[in-house]
C-alpha cells in the first residue's frame, strides 16, 4: 500500500526562512518526567530579531521548552547553543535570557521603578546606570507616569508592561513569554498583542512567546512552531501553516478544515462522489480544503479562469454559525459526506445547495501521529 503524499511543507523546518543570522539552536532536545516524554527529540533554529510563537494544547510540552531554553528545567538529551556558547551548561543568571511569567510576579510591596530595577540592583549595578536604563525600559512600555504606584493600584494591562520593562531592563538577547496575556479580557488582549509585536519591533531582540490560542499566534508572529504531544507538527510563517499544513492535526488546529480522505489513481483523487485532478502519488491520501475555499455555487463572483474548472456536489444545509463578517455554513452531501462552505455574513442561504471548489484549493496532508 502506498504512503499518504508528502505536504510540500516539511514539518520540522529548523531553519529560519529569512538571511538573518542564528541566535539560538536547540538540538534534538528530549524531556522525560517519570518515564512520560514531554518533549521528542525537538530541533529548532530562531534568528536574530525573530518573533517566534510556541504553539500548543495543555500537555503538549511548550512550557517545558520554554523552561529549558531558561534554565529552570534540564533536558533528558540533547543541547541548546546561543551562538558558540553551549547554553544548557550555563546557570540561569548566566544567560542572556529573560523570561516573562503569566502571572507577571511583581513584588507588591515595590513601586513600578523599583520591581524594573530589582534585577540591576542585585547585580550591584551602579545607582546612575540603575536609574538611567530603568528610565528607558519605563518609558519603552509607557509606564512613566506611573513609576512610583505600587502594583496593585495599576491595571492588569499596565502590570503586564511594567513585566515586560523588568525584563527588558537587563538588556537579555533572548525574551520568552510564557502565555503573558491569558489574565487579560479579550479586548484588552488584542490591544496588547498589537502593542507587544510593535515593542518587540522596536527593541529588535528575538521574542519566544508560548500561547495555546491560534488566533493570537497567526496575529504576532514571525513563524509558528506547533508542537503536539512533544513532537514539532510543523514550524511556517502564519500564512504558510494555514494554506499549506503539514498534517491533519495542524490543519484542524488553525482555523476549520474539510479533511477529504480517498484514494489517489492515475492523477485522480477520488473521496466519496468528488473526484478531481491532483499531482499527490498514488494509492490513499488524505486532503485539506478550507471552508472560504468552497462556495455556493451562483452565490459568489465567478474565480478566475485557471479556478473556473471546479468541482461540484449538491448538499442539504444542516447548520449554519454566524461569525461576524462571515458564516459557516454546514452542508451534508448527497453521498453521506459533510463540508463546510464559509459565506459572507447575511448571505441567505437555501436549504438545497450547490457546492463548489477548485482542484487548487486542495492540499495534501500527511496523517497526524497518535500519541504513544
Known amino acids: 500500500m502506498a504512503s499518504p503524499p508528502t505536504p510540500a511543507v516539511a514539518p520540522t523546518a529548523r531553519?529560519?526562512?529569512d538571511t538573518k543570522p542564528i541566535l539560538l539552536s536547540i538540538k534534538n532536545v528530549a524531556k522525560t518526567f517519570g518515564g512520560n516524554a514531554v518533549l521528542r527529540n525537538v530541533s529548532l533554529d530562531i534568528a536574530e530579531g525573530e518573533f517566534l510563537t510556541v504553539l500548543g494544547e495543555s500537555g503538549s510540552g511548550k512550557t517545558t521548552l520554554l523552561r529549558i531554553i531558561a534554565g529552570f528545567e534540564t533536558a533528558s538529551s540533547g543541547e541548546v547553543w546561543m551562538g558558540t556558547l553551549r547554553l544548557d551548561l550555563q546557570p540561569p543568571y548566566r544567560r542572556r535570557v529573560n523570561t516573562v511569567f503569566q502571572s507577571y510576579a511583581l513584588f507588591p510591596h515595590l513601586t513600578v521603578e523599583q520591581n524594573v530595577a530589582y534585577g540591576l540592583r542585585v547585580a550591584k549595578r551602579p545607582a546612575a546606570?540603575?536609574?538611567?536604563r530603568v528610565a528607558e525600559a519605563l518609558d519603552k512600555v509607557k509606564m512613566t507616569a506611573y513609576a512610583k504606584a505600587?502594583?496593585?493600584?495599576?491595571?492588569?494591562?499596565?502590570?503586564q508592561r511594567v513585566a515586560l520593562a523588568r525584563a527588558l531592563v537587563n538588556r537579555p538577547r533572548l525574551l520568552l513569554l510564557d502565555e503573558p496575556l491569558s489574565a487579560l479580557d479579550a479586548n484588552l488582549r488584542r490591544q496588547m498583542q498589537v502593542e507587544l509585536k510593535s515593542l518587540q519591533r522596536e527593541v529588535g531582540i528575538a521574542f519566544v512567546f508560548v500561547t495555546h490560542d491560534q488566533e493570537e499566534a497567526m496575529v504576532m508572529s514571525d513563524r509558528i512552531a506547533l508542537l503536539r504531544f512533544g513532537d514539532l507538527e510543523q514550524i511556517a510563517t502564519p500564512r504558510e501553516i494555514y494554506s499549506r499544513p503539514a498534517t491533519a492535526y495542524v490543519a484542524q488546529f488553525i482555523g476549520h478544515?474539510?479533511?477529504?480522505?480517498g484514494e489517489v489513481r492515475g492523477g485522480i483523487a477520488r473521496c466519496a462522489s468528488l473526484s478531481w485532478p491532483t499531482q499527490a502519488p498514488g494509492g490513499p491520501a488524505l486532503f485539506s480544503l478550507r471552508p472560504e475555499h468552497v462556495r455556493l455555487a451562483g452565490n459568489a463572483p465567478e474565480k478566475s479562469p485557471e479556478k473556473n474548472q471546479g468541482v461540484r456536489t449538491r448538499g442539504r444545509v444542516v447548520h449554519q454559525a454566524f461569525h461576524g463578517a462571515t458564516e459557516l455554513v454546514r452542508v451534508a452531501c448527497v453521498d453521506g459526506l459533510v463540508?463546510?462552505?464559509r459565506t459572507a455574513a447575511g448571505l441567505v442561504v437555501k436549504n438545497e445547495v450547490e457546492l463548489e471548489f477548485s482542484p487548487l484549493d486542495v492540499v495534501p496532508v500527511r496523517e497526524s501521529r497518535e500519541r504513544k
Open 15 to 17: 531553519t529560519p526562512p
Open 129 to 132: 546606570e540603575i536609574a538611567q
Open 150 to 159: 505600587k502594583p496593585s493600584k495599576i491595571s492588569g494591562g499596565q502590570q
Open 257 to 261: 478544515t474539510n479533511l477529504l480522505k
Open 339 to 341: 463540508l463546510l462552505a
